[in-house]
């Protein structure tokens, strides 16, 4: 019988020696791992993508009420918060006004308040911080696209969402980075 004989191993082949079973499974898991996590956290990256985009551009979409200018000066003469929220409340109807005020936003150097109320439409109101004058209302409709980025429309551990989708790209990285360094690793 005509048995073939075996080629001479060139020493790098003779070094490399096939990977053990342990670092075969790990690579395995890491595969998978980096596929079923992509899958599972593509849809909370998208989401949190696309409404950070709508979040950066809302002015330039119109999603939220043009305020007039006010002279900015001393802060300390503005008028008390009390009295900005009461004037605020005048300009609107008296139903938005009985939800109560959700948030005031101060901006000393516009030298202007936004008071937002908790209405259902959620209304803006924009005053002169030094004499109460509008400068601007309307509703804001970039409040859902705020609650959805971070997640507040899910409740209040929403935040968890975005904190998942977080997580989920650091173990992406990482899995990815193994699963190109292994490779590259054997070859050498």
């Known amino acids: 019988m005509n048995k073939a004989i075996p ?37 909370l990256v998208i989401l949190i993508s696309i409404t950070g985009v709508l979040l950066n551009h809302k002015r ?10 006010a002279p900015a000066g001393a802060f300390a003469a503005s008028l008390p918060l009390p009295v900005l929220a009461s ?5 609107v109807t008296p139903e938005i006004a009985a939800s109560g005020i959700d948030r005031m936003d101060v901006r000393p150097g516009k030298g ?4 937002r109320f908790k209405d259902s439409r959620i209304t803006e109101v924009t005053l002169a911080l030094h004499d109460g004058a509008l400068l601007g209302s309307g509703v ?20 968890l969402l975005s904190d998942l989708a977080a997580l989920g790209l650091i173990l992406i990285a990482f899995s990815g980075f193994w699963m190109w360094l ?3 690793s054997r070859v050498r």
């Open 87 to 91: 004037r605020a409340a005048g300009f």
């Open 7 to 43: 080629a001479q191993a060139t020493p790098a082949q003779a070094a490399r020696r096939p990977p053990s079973r342990a670092l075969r499974t790990l690579t395995r898991w890491m595969f998978y791992s980096h596929l079923w996590l992509g899958v599972s956290v593509a849809f």
């Open 112 to 115: 202007l308040i936004k008071v």
């Open 140 to 159: 804001r409709s970039d409040s859902f696209i705020e609650q959805l980025h971070s997640g507040d429309v899910f409740g209040d551990s929403g935040y």
């Open 182 to 184: 292994y490779p590259h």
């Open 60 to 69: 330039g979409l119109g999603l939220m009420p043009d305020a007039g200018a």
